[in-house]
């Protein structure tokens, strides 16, 4: 069965949004973990917000590798209204997203990504859909912002270590999946 695998940018103090404003460096060691992460994706979920902002920047950026990977990937915009702008591979699903997950999960193929897309990330967290999370941890305190994990999230959840990794940058990596026997 395929994982979903949530990736995801964060401040030390836990919040997700605006990358741009704790992440100062992505250095060599978090380029080669973010290329051995969408390496073994074949399939991306993006909320609608996340879309809008990447379906105007990716399809002309540079940056390596994600830009190629982003803009060939098979991609669900998870949305009650079709995109605006098109992108390449995209498919607008309105029906649950637990459902769209199930459904893809028992597809063959590789790890099932989501990049940004705060409120789905958290969405699919509280459904259990989550297999692992792939973190990257800057070493940056901001005291306020929109955090992955936080109130309202009462589930108690183990996880267990994969991976951590520190980065010349000051940055941890860290991999987790899901202890799905407790």
Do not use: C
Request: charged residues 25%.
């Amino acid at each position: 069965m395929r994982k979903l695998v949530l990736y995801t940018l964060m401040s030390l103090d836990g919040v997700v949004e605006a990358p741009d404003r704790y992440i100062f460096d992505f250095d060599e060691v978090m380029y080669a973990n973010l290329a051995r992460t969408i390496k073994a994706q074949d399939t991306v979920l993006l909320g609608r917000r996340t879309y809008d902002e990447w379906a105007l920047y990716w399809p002309t950026a540079a940056e390596q590798p994600f830009a190629d990977f982003i803009n060939e990937v098979e991609k669900f915009l998870i949305s009650s209204a079709a995109p605006t702008v098109p992108w390449t591979n995209t498919t607008a699903v309105s029906s649950p997203v637990a459902d769209l997950v199930r459904r893809l999960k028992e597809r063959p193929g590789g790890d099932i990504g989501v990049h940004g897309s705060i409120r789905l990330a958290q969405s699919l967290l509280a459904e259990n859909l989550v297999d692992e999370l792939r973190l990257v941890i800057a070493p940056t305190v901001l005291g306020s912002g929109r955090r992955l994990l936080g109130e309202g999230d009462e589930q108690l959840r183990q996880w267990n270590l994969l991976r951590l990794e520190g980065t010349p940058s000051g940055a941890v990596l860290a991999d987790y999946e899901l202890n799905r026997t407790r």
